[in-house]
């Protein structure tokens, strides 16, 4: 059995040494494997296979290992992360247009007149 020694940073900041004999790992364990933060493990890892249930997820080392070397298609890792993404801005042109209220007319901005 291999044994893994995992370096934690703790909320205090300092640096807390781990050693783990079992090759299956929780996830704040593989992201410290990995050498990304939980968030960011838990973000790019979805798609890897692990043990357990839904809510214990349990992932083996061989299977982290090929996630950090990218033998992984499925699951592609990069340690920078990726890119964030840009939100869609949609724009649409909302034509304004005053009534008269007596002859019903419709008076539009210059430049906004429906085209017949």
């Known amino acids: ?3 893994v020694e995992i370096f934690q940073e703790t ?4 640096i807390r040494k781990k050693m783990i004999e079992s090759p299956w790992l929780r996830v704040e364990e593989a992201a410290a494997y990995c050498g990304i933060s939980r968030t960011a493990f838990t973000q790019r890892a979805h798609r890897l296979p692990y043990g357990g249930d839904r ?3 349990l992932y083996h080392i061989n299977i982290l ?3 950090i070397e990218g033998r992984l298609p499925d699951a592609p890792f990069s340690p920078e992360g990726e890119p964030p993404k840009t939100p869609i801005r949609r724009s649409r042109t909302v034509t304004m247009s005053l009534t008269h209220p007596i002859t019903g007319k419709i008076c539009y901005p210059k430049g906004m007149e429906p085209k017949p």
Do not use: L, N, V
Request: aromatic share 16%.
């Open 55 to 57: 809510i214990f997820k």
């Open 1 to 3: 059995m291999r044994r």
């Open 65 to 67: 290992d090929a996630f």
């Open 11 to 14: 909320a205090g900041g300092t």
